[in-house]
């Protein structure tokens, strides 16, 4: 959710979200999610991840939007919530110029889970940001992972290889 701020502020904050119902419980998706080190097989947005889903600590994270170049940068983890919840925060440079808060939640669904994925930007630059169409590229990189993310899960849960 896009914080609530004076208008002037408004042009500085823009979130990206996306969200897929996944057929197995949270804590299958939750397992796949945290398994950093399979993201090479199966992640076609969130190419690597390196480090431990422990709150303070820092990943080294390489995403590919769509169509771009691969980048890489080492995000803070700010909340991990077991089954629920994981949660980071990337900056470039200093704090405000431009940051990224991402998180994943996962919530129980009738039998099954809904994974949302959503990033909220905040920064002098995310003006700038949005003009070379970077938000957008992100936007369908967060939805090709949550598709890769879904059949990765069912498929893990039916018992199926990779």
Do not use: C
Not at 39 to 54: C, D, H, Q
Not at 61 to 74: A, D, H, Q, Y
Not at 132 to 139: A, F, K, V
């Amino acid at each position: 959710m896009t914080p609530s701020l004076p208008a002037p502020y408004r042009i500085l904050v823009r979130e990206v979200r996306t969200e897929t119902v996944i057929d197995v419980p949270p804590a299958v998706v939750w397992q796949v999610l945290t398994d950093f080190a399979s993201y090479p097989e199966w992640n076609p947005f969130i190419r690597s991840v390196e480090g431990k889903p422990w709150v303070g600590t820092r990943l080294s994270v390489e995403i590919r939007p769509p169509g771009r170049k691969s980048i890489s940068f080492r995000p803070m983890v700010l909340r991990v919530s077991k089954d629920r919840e994981l949660r980071w925060i990337g900056r470039v440079l200093i704090a405000g110029i431009f940051d990224g808060e991402h998180r994943f939640t996962i919530t129980s669904e009738g039998g099954g889970s809904r994974f949302v994925q959503a990033e909220v930007f905040t920064g002098l630059l995310v003006p700038v940001v949005e003009l070379t169409g970077i938000l957008r590229t992100t936007r369908l990189g967060f939805l090709l992972m949550n598709r890769a993310l879904k059949e990765r899960a069912e498929r893990f849960a039916a018992g199926k290889p990779s």
